[in-house]
């Protein structure tokens, strides 16, 4: 056994803070050294520079498999004491619309319009209207339900006896007419002789006993009747597949007006393995005002969504170029590219393949006025 011999002017006590700030110093020295790897692998390792592609093919080539078409189906519910139902009836039908995204992560994440997601909020106008109809549906449907219907028979009832509803009606005195199951009883409408020895009837008396026998009918509240428009289904399909539609959900929309774009990702949060080269945020265009007029632009989508897309030999996703036409005013710009219904939320690059912009709008009357949200707005979602 070894004795440490204490130098003279050294106790103990000594002896141990010694160990204990070699100790400290050698933590901080590894926290140190951890901290200074990760800002340096995240601040100073240089980017991995992005290779200009060149040509409109080899752009559509790299992307072609990124870019889906979407198919949203949407339409009119009603809750009514809790329970939900779908709307189907002449001022309530299902819709189905078609946009295009394109994929920016393996994670099944892809970029669109936020009208793609959420096309009852398009425009204040559009939003207007639904909710104009979402009040009349709410007071036609009050005017015909009555309480004694079970909840699974809600949406039949509301079906059968649609065109007897009403806007205008006084809640809870039961003004809207219904059919019912059980059969009528006819009497003779001739007309009837009474003899001159027969007692004369009080008229009065006898409409009030009818009306006394004739049932009340109580109808549902109409503050117990929600009225709202959902999403059914939210589908996309890959370039080249042959009718295969892919269930997606909503991730996000921007909360700005402004700002048309929307997330929408695969419901098993996977991008497919056939998508080779997603469009990644690390190669977009963050610099908007570099974006001038005369500039080309290229755009990878679905017009005319599955009216142009679908072929003999599956879904194809198609290619338009044109240029630029006006500077960015910080939200869009505007470009000469062909488009139509069914383009919104397609990918807009420059020359090199770089994202440059999100188509969103245009005219279908008149070619060559459209525009997209500018890419860097997408890191704000």
């Not at 339409?75 to 329970?83: R, T, V």
């Not at 890959?238 to 892919?246: A, G, M, Q, V």
Request: hydrophobic letters at 35%; proline letters at 2%; glycine letters at 6%.
């Amino acid at each position: 056994m070894k004795i440490r011999k204490i130098a003279p002017n050294e106790d103990l006590e000594t002896t141990v803070n010694k160990k204990r700030n070699r100790y400290k110093i050698a933590i901080i020295a590894v926290i140190f050294i951890s901290a200074a790897g990760f800002l340096g692998f995240k601040y100073f390792t240089p980017k991995k520079e992005a290779v200009c592609l060149g040509t409109d093919t080899k752009i559509y080539d790299t992307y072609k498999n990124a870019v889906v078409l979407v198919k949203h189906k949407y339409g009119y519910f009603a809750k009514i004491n809790g329970k939900e139902i779908p709307l189907n009836v002449e001022d309530a039908k299902e819709e189905t619309i078609y946009g295009t995204g394109f994929f920016v992560d393996t994670e099944g994440d892809m970029i669109t319009n936020r009208h793609v997601l959420q096309p009852w909020n398009s425009t204040e106008e559009e939003s207007e209207k639904v909710n104009t109809n979402i009040r009349n549906l709410r007071m036609k449907i009050a005017s015909i339900l009555t309480t004694d219907v079970s909840e699974d028979d809600y949406e039949s009832f509301i079906s059968n006896n649609w065109s007897h509803a009403s806007v205008s009606y006084d809640e809870g005195e039961g003004e809207g007419e219904y059919e019912e199951s059980s059969e009528e009883t006819t009497e003779s409408a001739g007309e009837e002789f009474v003899s001159s020895n027969e007692t004369e009837t009080d008229t009065s008396q006898v409409s009030t006993d009818i009306a006394a026998s004739i049932p009340v009918k109580e109808y549902v509240s109409a503050e117990n009747i929600e009225v709202y428009v959902k999403t059914v289904d939210i589908q996309v399909a890959l370039h080249n597949s042959d009718s295969e539609w892919i269930n997606c959900e909503m991730k996000k929309v921007s909360d700005d007006s402004n700002i048309d774009l929307g997330i929408l990702q695969v419901a098993d949060h996977k991008t497919p393995k056939t998508v080779t080269n997603i469009i990644s945020l690390d190669n977009i265009v963050d610099n908007d005002s570099s974006l001038a007029p005369g500039q080309k632009a290229i755009m990878v989508g679905y017009p005319m969504g599955i009216d142009l897309a679908q072929t003999n030999s599956g879904i194809k996703v198609q290619l338009y170029n044109g240029q630029i036409s006006k500077e960015s005013d910080g939200n869009k710009i505007q470009y000469s590219i062909t488009s139509t219904h069914g383009a919104s939320g397609s990918p807009v690059f420059n020359e090199c393949g770089q994202l440059i912009a999100v188509n969103f709008s245009g005219f279908d009357q008149v070619q060559g006025f459209n525009f997209g949200i500018v890419a860097k707005h997408i890191q704000a979602l």
